[in-house]
């Protein structure tokens, strides 16, 4: 009878260990991707800005900047992107589900819309510092989160 008990037990111990290397090997492999660990500040070290996967092809300190930023329902690939008074911004958009566009009002800019797997840009100047809101125009995607933060530093 006790070998019975030492033998459930033993099972029961070997169950709890599988399901602990499992769920650690999940978040292993899934990772931490917080946008907040992925923040890298643009310095003279390190031009790219990897802020919620934003990707500058030049220095901020440089007089144009290219920023990559894709859309999904309901969603873009950041949350904010932060550029330097005076730089001439092109925005390469592409829709990676759904159709969708990229607008900032205060500056005039606005994408074409597409459909996804297309892309499209727009090119404007941010010549006033502050913060601006940028969306999707298409229906209720703005109301519905698909915004973020043009942030325009001096």
Same mark, same amino acid.
């Given at each position: 009878?006790?070998?019975?008990? !030492? *033998?459930? !037990? #033993?099972? #029961? +111990?070997?169950?709890?260990?599988?399901?602990?290397?499992?769920?650690?090997?999940?978040? $292993?492999? =899934?990772?931490?991707?917080?946008?907040?660990?992925?923040?890298?500040?643009?310095?003279?070290?390190?031009?790219?800005?990897?802020?919620?996967?934003?990707?500058?092809?030049?220095? &901020?300190?440089?007089?144009?900047? %290219?920023?990559?930023?894709? !859309?999904?329902?309901?969603? $873009? =690939?950041?949350?904010? *992107? /932060? +550029?330097?008074?005076?730089?001439?911004? %092109?925005?390469?958009?592409? =829709?990676?589900?759904?159709?969708?566009? $990229?607008?900032?009002?205060?500056?005039?800019?606005? %994408?074409?819309?597409?459909?996804?797997?297309? =892309? /499209?840009?727009? /090119?404007?100047?941010?010549?006033?510092?502050?913060? $601006?809101?940028?969306?999707?125009?298409?229906? %209720?995607?703005?109301?519905?989160? &698909?915004?973020? /933060?043009? +942030?325009?530093?001096?």
């Amino acid at each position: 009878m006790n070998n019975q008990k !030492g *033998i459930g !037990g #033993l099972a #029961l +111990v070997v169950i709890i260990a599988v399901v602990a290397v499992a769920g650690g090997a999940f978040l $292993f492999i =899934s990772g931490n991707n917080s946008p907040a660990e992925n923040v890298v500040e643009n310095t003279a070290e390190n031009p790219q800005n990897t802020d919620n996967n934003l990707n500058n092809e030049e220095s &901020m300190d440089t007089d144009s900047v %290219t920023v990559d930023i894709t !859309g999904r329902n309901f969603e $873009f =690939s950041q949350d904010t *992107i /932060t +550029v330097k008074r005076g730089q001439e911004v %092109t925005i390469n958009f592409t =829709s990676e589900e759904g159709f969708h566009d $990229f607008v900032v009002d205060e500056f005039d800019a606005a %994408t074409e819309q597409v459909q996804a797997g297309e =892309s /499209t840009s727009v /090119t404007f100047v941010a010549s006033e510092a502050g913060e $601006f809101e940028y969306y999707c125009s298409v229906g %209720t995607h703005r109301q519905m989160g &698909m915004v973020g /933060t043009l +942030v325009v530093e001096e």
